[in-house]
């Protein structure tokens, strides 16, 4: 079974710095999808990495797939509040099945 | 609204009763996922199908568990002799198939608790 393993679990940040999650998986795989999710709410769509080497940016928040590596990583650069949330890594073995990490819950304090 | 949909958002119930999910997906969408999540933890994938065609199940999934998708358009998940480890929060998401990069796309839940 593929297993997909995120670090830290826990995440505590003052606004303003920078910081990457990290997301490591257990088999080869080209797509990995991160997501986030707010406290009571359902997950929600970041970025799709279709291929080694493929990097997103999206505002504060880019993220990097190493396929060779089995790596993915979420950076957060000068952190604001609305991003506290629960941030999600996934991989699909064939498009059938995903795997979602344990997630990590980033607070970012004032 | 186009987006998934769930019903009901909130089921209690006793143990040993059945419940019964639904899920209508983004109308274009022709793959559908049923999550389970439990607090603190990561969705964990139950089951898939690509229009009406159950291609994928867990193999943690007990017999208790059955998902339909009749007409490949919304689904039901049915829980039958419902337990207490059974509460957690069902999630379901769609996806377009085919080429598409298969982004999912979730609903808004289903909290289920057993008493």
């Known amino acids: 079974e593929l297993k997909v393993e995120q670090n830290p679990l826990f995440l505590s940040m003052q606004e303003g710095k920078n910081y990457t999650i990290y997301c490591n998986y257990s088999?080869?795989?080209?797509?990995l999808y991160w997501y986030r999710q707010d406290p009571g709410k359902s997950l929600e769509s970041l970025f799709v990495l279709l291929s080694n080497g493929a990097v997103k940016q999206e505002g504060r928040l880019m993220a990097s797939l190493d396929t060779k590596a089995r790596l993915s990583t979420l950076h957060i650069t000068a952190a604001v509040h609305d991003l506290s949330a629960t941030y999600f890594c996934a991989v699909d073995n064939t498009g059938n099945q995903f795997y979602f990490g344990t997630g990590t819950s980033l607070t970012v304090i004032p | 609204d186009t987006g998934v949909s769930q019903d009901p958002r909130h089921k209690i119930t006793k143990r040993g009763q059945n419940v019964t999910f639904r899920c209508d997906p983004i109308s274009e969408h022709n793959r559908l996922y049923w999550y389970r999540q439990t607090l603190g933890q990561g969705p964990e994938f139950l089951t898939y199908?690509?229009?009406?065609?159950?291609?994928?199940k867990s193999r943690l999934l007990s017999d208790r568990f059955s998902a339909e998708r009749p007409k490949g358009s919304f689904s039901t998940l049915e829980i039958q002799r419902t337990e207490q480890g059974d509460s957690a929060m069902y999630l379901c998401a769609s996806s377009l198939g085919g080429g598409a990069p298969l982004e999912q796309y979730f609903g808004p839940g289903t909290r289920l608790t057993v008493t």
């Open positions: 199908f690509q229009n009406e065609a159950q291609l994928e």
């Open positions: 088999t080869t795989s080209d797509r």
